[in-house]
């Protein structure tokens, strides 16, 4: 069938062809499919390319043949081990056309010195015309040597050791960025973002929990951050999901202005300062999905309960709200046995529609209860609430009690209520 089809159709169709494998493969059909080696667009070295390897030839050679066959390759993807030199003869070749660069660097532990070439971050430099750099296991502990990537727009880093200086200058040297990403990334204390055209970006700092974070990204629109214990946003109006935790420290400060824009907000982590909590709701008062599992207040090392909130004043200074995820130690503030003393007797709650609670113990088990009630009884739109019941460490007949509550509410309001 191929046969029958003209030399152009078969270059177009096999330049589609990205798996390095693959590839390989179909230049050993026909002198006719080989000559469609240099059409091709993309390659994709997967990580087990060169297992079952036994010539003498160096993988990195055999790389750079087949990229040397290419006429203008636009992405390249190398899971497979490779040397600074390697990518350097690489890019020599292809720099220029390329568009999208994927390269599992594993340096994460190099010694490297002088005698054993070019840095692999610095040989990146040579794709100067880039749109899309994502790079997995990254040693990034001295500054790289990058001119501007004045058409970088995607930038991921997964899996870094890194330092400030280092880190800066790689922010630095790709100025118009709109999606940035940094995962699973150590060592770094304080970053200092200045992007104007960012969008979205994803950040996750690992290690102690004490990272501080200053943004400044006027068309933000996506934030989510991992690890850092003060973070300031220095403009905020177009934000609309915005996601913090700190799995590991504290959440001392936290700056945004007023999130006017906000649709989505998660706040989660073992301990935050309950000025930042406050803040946060405060700020927040549009937000239409609110996604909190924070279990400890407390400024300093002591850990302490959430303080009362009242019911009423919550709903009422969040009245957009439709979905609430709500966990531990947020449940346990909105049960006190003020919260819902003084209800005016037109007080609803405009348009919640589905509320998750995450309950773990039976303290306090009549006003869980009333609270609980109190979602019907005022959410008039509510078409969904699930409560999950977590381990109670409580050996007492009161968690049974509590339990044989719950379930009897459940079945009361079956067609709204479910346990899990």
Known sequence: MMDSLPDAIVNYILSYNNNARDVAVCNCVSKRWKDSMPFIRSLYFPRSSFDNHTGQEHPDNIVWKMISSIVQLEELVVYTPFSGAGLALWLSHAGSSLRHLELRMDNLVENQTCNEGPSKLDCINAAKNLESLKLWGVLMTHPPRWDAFQKLWNLEIVGARMEDPALSAALRACPNLTNLLLLGCEGVISVSIDLPHLQQCKLDFYGLGNCSLSLTSPKIEILEVQGCSWIRVCESNCLKNLSIANNAGRVYMVDFGKLEALEFLSIRGVQWCWDAISNML?????????????????????????????????????????????????????????????????????????????????????QKMSTLESFLRYGKNLKRMVIKILQMKSSHSSADDFFDEVYRFSRMNDDIVRIE
């Open 282 to 366: 405060k700020w927040a008062s549009d937000v239409k999905h609110l996604y909190m599992k924070v279990e400890f207040t407390g400024d300093y090392e002591a850990l302490q309960p959430f303080p009362e909130i009242d019911f009423v004043e919550f709903f009422n200074s969040h009245p957009k709200l439709l979905k609430f995820d709500i966990h531990g130690a947020m449940f346990a503030a909105l049960c006190q046995k003020n919260s819902l003393k003084h209800v005016d007797s037109g007080f609803v709650i405009p348009c919640l529609e589905e509320v998750m609670v995450a309950v773990r113990s039976p303290l306090n088990a009549e």
